[in-house]
């Protein structure tokens, strides 16, 4: 079975970093282009940032860019989003999503597989 797991949230202080991690098992990651979107209380769902296959395209939300940095390791069949310099309104559950595409996009819609989810939290 294709399944998606994210992992590395949790609760850091404004100016802090995490890195998020989604794991990919039951296929291999290398043929799916990637895209990590948040989705905070009250709001929707929203393109953080993707990738292609190889990584030699990468997306950025407007919001984002210059602090975020997607990443992929198809070896470990892994992809990373390294998140610096924080904002409270980076507050969200993050998702990862894969799709067998390999032009990524930052629409929700355009991807197949979606893990389930990890929580930021951002505050002092």
């Known amino acids: 079975q294709l399944q998606l797991v994210e992992s590395g949230g949790g609760l850091v202080q404004p100016g802090g970093s995490l890195r998020l991690s989604c794991v990919a098992s039951g296929f291999r990651l290398a043929y799916y282009a990637i895209g990590w979107f948040r989705q905070a209380p009250g709001k929707e769902r929203e393109g953080v940032s993707c990738?292609?296959?190889?990584?030699?395209?990468?997306n950025y939300a407007d919001s984002v860019k210059g602090r975020f940095t997607i990443s992929r390791d198809n070896a470990k069949n892994t992809v990373y989003l390294q998140m610096n310099s924080l904002k409270p309104e980076d507050t969200a559950v993050y998702y990862c999503?894969?799709?067998?595409?390999?032009?990524?996009?930052?629409?929700?819609?355009?991807?197949?597989?979606w893990g389930q989810g990890t929580q930021v939290t951002v505050s002092s």
């Open positions: 999503a894969a799709d067998t595409r390999n032009v990524p996009t930052m629409d929700f819609r355009d991807y197949d597989y």
């Open positions: 990738i292609s296959r190889a990584g030699g395209t990468r």
